[in-house]
């Protein structure tokens, strides 16, 4: 007899700097090179390709916007609009000590 079985349904979420075309472009990426099991593949080189402009183009825009918020909110001189402005790094960086992104300047900082 016949039973029904529930479906789990796993939702991957993306991280917060990610775009959807940018999902896109890693999905379609890994689609190929399990297709062809090479790297060397030219569909998979154009793909691999595509997909580094758009990881790039993301991270770019996403740290453009975050600085936008951030020096508008400083200006503001609001509470809220700080918060909303560092949540992310807040979110993820808990405890943790940030780098410079140049390695000779400067020593790590903690977050409070």
């Known amino acids: ?47 691999s390709c595509t997909e580094r402009k758009e990881v790039k183009r993301a991270k770019r825009n996403f740290e453009a916007k975050l600085s936008k918020n951030i020096t508008r909110s400083q200006s503001n001189l609001t509470k809220s609009a700080s918060r909303g402005a560092h949540s992310p790094v807040r979110g993820h960086h808990r405890g943790s000590k940030l780098v410079p992104l140049n390695p000779g300047v400067g020593v790590p900082i903690s977050v409070p």
């Open 1 to 47: 007899m016949f039973q029904w079985r529930s479906r789990i349904q796993v939702k991957h979420k993306k991280a917060i700097w990610m775009t959807h075309k940018a999902v896109k472009a890693v999905r379609r990426k890994h689609n190929l090179f399990s297709k062809y099991k090479d790297t060397s593949h030219p569909a998979y080189i154009k793909a």
